[in-house]
């Protein structure tokens, strides 16, 4: 059974893509008017995409892991992009895989700018 909160509302647009980068006044502008409804993310290439506030990659991979495991489940998740820090931040272990993402000041994550240093995490977690 899939909640309703995952079940996509009937529009046409799921995502809007802005490859203008000269985007400050548009950034403004969806603060101001859409911060409760809509999830903005601008692109370490300085793009932005749009979404509803209710897609989510975390709400989606922890509906689909707790219907198959329920309270019993890990998540390593990898990421490249700041529309990647929602399923990072709240994944087990979080990994950055983009070494351009490591000014972010975000210490909840693993930034990974090496093979070895990937294998070395993923060992401690077996």
Known sequence: MVSEELVPEKHTVYKIAVLDRQNDELLHYLEK?????????????K?????N??????????????SLFQNDWQVISFGNDSNDYEILG??????IMNPELENQNRPDLVIIQD????????????
């Open 33 to 45: 008017k859409y911060s409760s409804t809509l999830h903005y993310y601008q692109h370490a290439d």
């Open 47 to 51: 793009t932005v995409d749009i979404i």
């Open 53 to 66: 506030c209710n897609a989510s990659k975390w709400a989606a991979l922890s509906h689909v892991a707790h």
């Open 90 to 95: 709240k994944a087990t272990l979080g990994v």
């Open 115 to 126: 093979i070895h240093t990937l294998n070395r995490l993923l060992n401690q977690l077996i």
